[in-house]
T-cell receptor
Framework: GAGVSQSPRYKVAKRGQDVALRCDPI?????LFWYQQALGQGPEFLTY????????KSGLPSDRFFAERPEGSVSTLKIQRTQQEDSAVYLC???????????FGPGTRLLVL | AQRVTQPEKLLSVFKGAPVELKCNYS??????LFWYVQYSRQRLQLLLR??SRESIKGFTADLNKGETSFHLKKPFAQEEDSAMYYC???????????FGEGTQLTVNP
């Protein structure tokens, strides 16, 4: 079956622009996670949804970062007024439940100039 | 706060040699430990988890609570094992994964 998909795969933004990154989880997966991976680092947790409820957003680095999953399926991570330090790969993962194996998407590589 | 440490950023071995990728963690409770692998141009995927106690692609990992370690081992490395390996921890009460910085394994012919 289809795995987790993310779009766009690459995004170049000018500093100060707003960006929106999309994640399509595996069908039927209740849990959805966003991670940020800076160059040369491991993924770092940003936020977690169970269905449409955002249960944990403690990893979001600033109030410029906002995530939603309004219908409990597709999720969007929005970054407002992008800064150079936002340049990273943004990974989405989904799982059947919070305690099950997380399946990762291919990531969106964001470059802020 | 929980932390995962992978002391080697780069590890290079010859084909057929044993390989061990080190992972140490700090967490006050009883965590779940995982190894994820990312092959070139592929997405991050689960290799194994400690509760399964299974061998995947010849790799094994044993959770040592006394030493707070979860080292990944394979007795005879293959060229196709070349990849980036990440150790990760999940609190038993939570769902987020905490990753180490990763080890790039290169298996030379």
């Amino acid at each position: 079956g289809a795995g987790v998909s993310q779009s766009p795969r690459y995004k170049v933004a000018k500093r100060g622009q707003d960006v929106a990154l999309r994640c399509d989880p595996i069908s039927g997966h209740v849990s959805l996670f966003w991670y940020q991976q800076a160059l040369g680092q491991g993924p770092e947790f940003l936020t977690y949804f169970q269905n449409e409820a955002q249960l944990d957003k403690s990893g979001l680095p600033s109030d410029r970062f906002f995530a939603e999953r309004p219908e409990g399926s597709v999720s969007t991570l929005k970054i407002q007024r992008t800064q150079q330090e936002d340049s990273a790969v943004y990974l989405c993962a989904s799982s059947k439940t919070g305690g099950e194996t997380q399946y990762f998407g291919p990531g969106t590589r964001l470059l802020v100039l | 706060a929980q932390r995962v440490t992978q002391p080697e950023k780069l590890l290079s071995v010859f084909k057929g040699a044993p390989v061990e990728l080190k992972c140490n963690y700090s967490y006050s409770g009883s965590p779940e430990l995982f190894w994820y692998v990312q092959y070139s141009r592929q997405r991050l995927q689960l290799l194994l988890r400690h509760i399964s106690r299974e061998s995947i692609k010849g790799f094994t990992a044993d959770l040592n609570k006394g030493e707070t370690s979860f080292h990944l081992k394979k007795p005879f490395a293959q060229e196709e094992d070349s990849a980036m390996y990440y150790c990760a921890l999940r609190e038993t009460s939570g769902s987020r994964l905490t990753f180490g910085e990763g080890t790039q394994l290169t298996v030379n012919p």
